[in-house]
């Protein structure tokens, strides 16, 4: 059974999800010759507290752009 899992930042509204899932399961259905009903994708989201790139917090990404105008 193939699991995917979606790691991402909150934002993303139900039809989205939807589609994500939908597309996500086929691609996955297509290549690895699974079935729907074997395909598991979980999404997980993130609050900006909790993301960081760059060695940054998202949540202080915005202060930083203010700070360079």
């Not at 699991?3 to 597309?23: H, T």
């Not at 996955?28 to 609050?47: G, K, Q, R, W």
Request: hydrophobic residues 40%; contains cysteine; glycine residues 2%.
């Amino acid at each position: 059974m193939p699991i995917v899992r979606i790691e991402m930042l909150p934002g993303r509204s139900l039809a989205q999800k939807r589609e994500l899932a939908r597309v996500i399961t086929d691609a996955v259905c297509n290549i690895a010759h699974t079935a729907p009903e074997d395909t598991l994708v979980l999404f997980s989201e993130y609050s900006v507290e909790d993301w960081a790139t760059d060695g940054k917090l998202y949540v202080d990404q915005d202060d930083e752009d203010e700070d360079e105008d």
